[in-house]
Nanobody, 121 residues
Framework: QVLESGGGLVQPGGSLRLSCAASGFTLDYYGVGWFRQAPGKEREAVSCINLVNSDTYYADSVKGRFTVSRDNAKNTVYLQMNDLKPEDAGVYYC????????????????WGQGTQVTVSS
């Protein structure tokens, strides 16, 4: 089971840190993806991390602003989001599966329930 947390309301330019905590298994041998979906839009990949070799992927729209990281002791992956923009708003999902070569939603089988991120002044 994976559980996201950390969403909320933030002003443009602000920051949030999302957490993806796993229970019942160790994340060490998996890949974790962060995806988001805005109202009326398709789900899109934001960032992925391969926890076996530490490779990371970022969507062009978030490069330089978002950072994915891990805390092995807490069995948790984080998504640090800085300089948030209104277009970053949406429901953010954490997904877990065996490491894949692409950061696409079809590559992930275990999904969290999502956490809402709202960016507004």
């Amino acid at each position: 089971q994976v559980l996201e947390s950390g969403g909320g309301l933030v002003q443009p330019g602000g920051s949030l840190r999302l957490s993806c905590a796993a229970s019942g298994f160790t994340l060490d041998y998996y890949g974790v993806g962060w995806f988001r979906q805005a109202p009326g839009k398709e789900r899109e990949a934001v960032s992925c991390i391969n926890l076996v070799n530490s490779d990371t992927y970022y969507a062009d729209s978030v490069k330089g602003r978002f950072t994915v990281s891990r805390d092995n002791a807490k069995n948790t992956v984080y998504l640090q989001m800085n300089d948030l923009k209104p277009e970053d708003a949406g429901v953010y999902y954490c997904a877990v599966d065996h490491p894949q070569s692409e950061c696409v939603s079809d590559a992930f089988g275990s999904w969290g329930q999502g956490t809402q991120v709202t960016v507004s002044s």
